[in-house]
């Protein structure tokens, strides 16, 4: 999507019953306490989508522009590490986020492997609490992270683009997994 069109997010508002559900989750899993949401694309898929993105040399590569046209972006191009974090640097990213922001609820949106054990064992002295509904619907789970208290997601996933334009028109924090933070 182009930087131009993003704010027309503005104008998107959930439905009653996907806002009823992201409540009800937010109570059952969170007791209603802070979460940091996180969108991990980790699946032999996505894999080879980034295999070779390091050859292009690009900052537009699917759904990039959208970290690589905020002002703060430093990186040349999409990197391997960008497209296709390793779990160390997941891990990395997420235990900065935890011990800045002091929120030890984390919400996994992914399609296949959730860490859940990794992150667990990672942040064992964080003590952590990490859950996964692995919702039939989709949009469940982009509502759930586009109302975290903080976010992490792919920069190159469309997925993860529509969670940040719902976060950016109300000033939410996110960050993206091979940036440092």
Known sequence: MLPEHRQLQKYMDWSEQIMNEVRQH???LFNNEPYIGIHLRNDVDWLRACADVESLKTRSYMA???CFDQSSSTHAYVTH??????DDEILRLLKNIVLRTRIHNIYVATD???MIKEIEEHLAAQRVQVKHLDPWLPVMDIAMLAHANYFIGNCVSSFTS????AR???NLPSAFWGFSE
Not at 81 to 86: G, V
Not at 162 to 165: E, G
């Open 26 to 28: 937010q109570k059952t």
């Open 168 to 170: 950016d028109v109300h």
């Open 112 to 114: 296949k492997r959730p």
């Open 162 to 165: 529509a969670v940040k334009r």
């Open 64 to 66: 990039s522009p959208q």
């Open 81 to 86: 590490k960008i497209c296709y974090p390793s």
